[in-house]
């Protein structure tokens, strides 16, 4: 599908609206699991049938895959990433932090863009790990579900911290001991995400919208209200509304948090669940408030002074994206230095400052660096939460494989996905 620019976007939202594209479809987030539904969405990739296309794992024990390391005498790294997810110069052809690697260590990065869906690209990569051979990619950065899914399976490599000095100590305590990948042995994130409430004050008559609450009730808001089409997004936010902690959650919560959003559909209170589309809608007034990934909203506020958000009291959605090294990957060495090297706190902030999503670096560390570059940034939630954001942030515990189908083909029927 070709990509499609409206005219009537400010250039700041058509950066935004460029990030939508890394799924490779309109109207959908990079962000966006492809859900099970009548077409068999989760096909696509093999995920929800691994199991049953008889394609066991690589090792299902901890640890991958021992390979041999070719580092010492093959001064390169094999980097496949999401588009428009680095910095980059104003002529479009170079990577100044990656360039800035290379002149400093001698190792050459190839760097792919070739990662536009999480489902999509495990399809590509699944037939090699899952018969123990090299992928042809020394470093790839996926979304927590994925990664969590690969590290059970056994499919990517325990990092060695001593060739992460760095990302061990400047590493955000917010980030340190996921649920799937406890104090980081096999991945560190490339960015944080935040769900967040944004709101248009234009179209909210100047109220504030502080609550997933206030989105599923207030009639003032009927019809004007966007949901996310990422279940554990939307799902998640839901049920810390209800007082129920995402990362330990029962069928019955999950059921409630459901229930608890098909009453707002069925009111029509709520006008659509979106991807990254609802920037539009948004900044137009279209959508009067609606759930929100903080990197959008960066990009939106930018133009747009009457785009506000909001942490409710409840608490937000975290996630994040993450790097990992596949087994049988031949510059292991030389992709944990990679990983470092975007740990060293003047790395880090060029990073954020490109790509305005959440930094994962302590504040203290990287925010001096950031203060050089852009204050606004440097002092912006939305890119280096402060304490206060960073205790209300909650990441959306792991799933069984019969969770995952159940809980998403529930969600789908919600969205009529």
């Given at each position: 599908?070709?990509?499609?620019?409206?005219?009537?976007?400010?250039?700041?939202?058509?950066?935004?609206?460029?990030?939508?594209?890394?799924?490779?479809?309109?109207?959908?987030?990079?962000?966006?699991?492809?859900?099970?539904?009548?077409?068999?969405?989760?096909?696509?990739?093999?995920?929800?049938?691994?199991?049953?296309?008889?394609?066991?794992?690589?090792?299902?024990?901890?640890?991958?895959?021992?390979?041999?390391?070719?580092?010492?005498?093959?001064?390169?790294?094999?980097?496949?990433?999401?588009?428009?997810?680095?910095?980059?110069?104003?002529?479009?052809?170079?990577?100044?932090?990656?360039?800035?690697?290379?002149?400093?260590?001698?190792?050459?990065?190839?760097?792919?863009?070739?990662?536009?869906?999480?489902?999509?690209?495990?399809?590509?990569?699944?037939?090699?790990?899952?018969?123990?051979?090299?992928?042809?990619?020394?470093?790839?950065?996926?979304?927590?579900?994925?990664?969590?899914?690969?590290?059970?399976?056994?499919?990517?490599?325990?990092?060695?911290?001593?060739?992460?000095?760095?990302?061990?100590?400047?590493?955000?305590?917010?980030?340190?001991?996921?649920?799937?990948?406890?104090?980081?042995?096999?991945?560190?994130?490339?960015?944080?995400?935040?769900?967040?409430?944004?709101?248009n004050t234009e179209a909210t008559g100047g109220k504030e919208i502080t609550s997933v609450s206030q989105l599923l009730d207030d009639p003032k808001l009927k019809g004007k209200v966007g949901l996310l089409s990422e279940m554990r997004d939307t799902v998640g936010m839901t049920l810390l509304d209800l007082g129920k902690d995402p990362r330990d959650f029962t069928a019955d919560d999950f059921d409630a948090a459901i229930?608890?959003?098909?009453?707002?559909?069925d009111k029509k209170q709520v006008r659509r669940f979106t991807g990254n589309d609802y920037i539009s809608d948004l900044s137009k007034g279209d959508l009067a408030a609606c759930l929100a990934w903080a990197g959008d909203i960066v990009q939106l506020q930018a133009d747009n002074p009457h785009i506000k958000f909001a942490i409710p009291e409840a608490g937000y959605i975290s996630s994040t994206d993450n790097l990992l090294?596949?087994?049988?990957?031949?510059?292991?060495?030389?992709?944990?230095?990679?990983?470092?090297?975007?740990?060293?706190?003047?790395?880090?902030?060029?990073?954020?400052?490109?790509?305005?999503?959440?930094?994962?670096?302590?504040?203290?560390?990287?925010?001096?660096?950031?203060?050089?570059?852009?204050?606004?940034?440097?002092?912006?939630?939305?890119?280096?939460?402060?304490?206060?954001?960073?205790?209300?942030?909650?990441?959306?515990?792991?799933?069984?494989?019969?969770?995952?189908?159940?809980?998403?083909?529930?969600?789908?029927?919600?969205?009529?996905?």
């Amino acid at each position: 599908m070709e990509q499609y620019e409206p005219e009537n976007l400010s250039p700041a939202q058509l950066a935004a609206m460029r990030r939508s594209f890394r799924n490779g479809r309109a109207a959908m987030s990079r962000r966006s699991l492809l859900r099970a539904s009548t077409g068999g969405a989760l096909a696509v990739g093999g995920l929800g049938t691994l199991s049953a296309c008889g394609i066991p794992a690589a090792s299902k024990s901890q640890g991958g895959v021992t390979s041999e390391d070719h580092s010492a005498k093959e001064k390169t790294i094999n980097f496949s990433n999401w588009t428009e997810y680095i910095d980059m110069s104003d002529d479009e052809k170079h990577r100044p932090s990656l360039d800035a690697f290379t002149k400093r260590t001698g190792i050459k990065v190839k760097y792919t863009e070739d990662i536009n869906d999480n489902v999509e690209f495990f399809g590509k990569i699944k037939p090699q790990l899952a018969a123990g051979q090299d992928t042809g990619r020394d470093l790839m950065v996926l979304t927590d579900w994925l990664a969590a899914r690969l590290i059970r399976y056994g499919w990517v490599q325990k990092l060695d911290p001593a060739h992460l000095p760095h990302a061990y100590t400047n590493l955000s305590t917010q980030f340190r001991n996921p649920d799937w990948d406890p104090g980081r042995s096999y991945s560190y994130p490339w960015t944080g995400i935040s769900t967040v409430i944004a709101y248009n004050t234009e179209a909210t008559g100047g109220k504030e919208i502080t609550s997933v609450s206030q989105l599923l009730d207030d009639p003032k808001l009927k019809g004007k209200v966007g949901l996310l089409s990422e279940m554990r997004d939307t799902v998640g936010m839901t049920l810390l509304d209800l007082g129920k902690d995402p990362r330990d959650f029962t069928a019955d919560d999950f059921d409630a948090a459901i229930a608890r959003v098909q009453k707002a559909v069925d009111k029509k209170q709520v006008r659509r669940f979106t991807g990254n589309d609802y920037i539009s809608d948004l900044s137009k007034g279209d959508l009067a408030a609606c759930l929100a990934w903080a990197g959008d909203i960066v990009q939106l506020q930018a133009d747009n002074p009457h785009i506000k958000f909001a942490i409710p009291e409840a608490g937000y959605i975290s996630s994040t994206d993450n790097l990992l090294v596949p087994n049988k990957a031949r510059h292991k060495t030389n992709a944990e230095k990679l990983i470092d090297y975007y740990y060293e706190p003047a790395v880090g902030a060029e990073l954020a400052a490109w790509i305005n999503y959440v930094t994962p670096m302590e504040t203290s560390v990287v925010r001096p660096e950031l203060a050089k570059i852009d204050k606004s940034i440097a002092d912006d939630p939305l890119i280096v939460p402060d304490k206060t954001m960073a205790a209300k942030g909650h990441g959306f515990r792991s799933l069984t494989a019969k969770e995952e189908t159940s809980f998403e083909e529930k969600f789908a029927q919600l969205t009529g996905g």
